[in-house]
């Protein structure tokens, strides 16, 4: 089984910063890519991003595309969504997600965190 746990979320103006962190324990060695997905209420559900923990392969959203960075540390099983320029829409419940690595730089995510909140708003 795999655990994945998020940190990081929290309240911030627009223009700020915040740092997710996702530390994932279990049995991961037939996962190879993670990934950052985030749900609004009253919007469809949306990833953020994915990396592929076998190489340096990443995938963005245009929404996030030169604001956010996705990296990951493998020794200490930890994936990083550094969050730039934030803005009122990237409000959402940000989920932690882990799976395997496929065409067109997705992640086939098979498991899921428990979520963090972000609220920007001045």
């Known amino acids: 089984q795999v655990q994945l746990v998020e940190s990081g979320g929290g309240s911030v103006q627009p223009g700020g910063s915040l740092r997710l962190s996702c530390a994932v324990s279990g049995y991961t060695q037939s996962l190879n890519c993670m990934g950052w997905v985030r749900q609004a209420p009253g919007k469809e559900r949306e990833v953020v991003a994915n990396?592929?923990?076998?190489?340096?392969?990443?995938y963005y959203a245009d929404s996030v595309k030169g604001r956010f960075t996705i990296s990951r540390d493998n020794v200490k099983k930890t994936v990083y969504l550094q969050m730039t320029s934030l803005k009122p829409d990237d409000t959402a419940m940000y989920y932690c997600a882990a799976g395997l690595w496929q065409y067109g730089r997705r992640c086939g995510y098979k498991y899921w965190g428990q979520g963090t909140q972000v609220t920007v708003s001045s």
């Open positions: 990396i592929y923990t076998g190489g340096s392969a990443t």
